[in-house]
């Protein structure tokens, strides 16, 4: 799409038009996230090494504080 198409369109057509722009945008950027991790994924078990990704590593933090009141107990 060129400039002067979008400078020809409506207010409404171009909100919408950047609707859609900004989805794509999101879904592109999803889609090389998880290839990324894949990639990672797949490079750490060659070496024999998992990997946590997304935040989620080692036990959940309830479970970390239950740990830590029964050493003080």
Not at 14 to 40: H, P
Not at 43 to 71: E, M, Q
Request: glycine share 8%; charged share 35%; net charge positive.
């Amino acid at each position: 799409m060129t400039r002067e198409a979008l400078m020809a369109l409506s207010d409404s057509d171009l909100s919408e038009v950047m609707a859609w722009g900004e989805e794509e945008r999101k879904a592109r950027a999803e889609k090389r996230r998880q290839e990324a991790i894949a990639k990672i994924r797949e490079l750490a078990g060659a070496v024999g090494v998992t990997v946590a990704i997304g935040g989620v590593r080692g036990r959940p933090a309830r479970a970390k504080l239950d740990a830590k009141a029964a050493k003080k107990a």
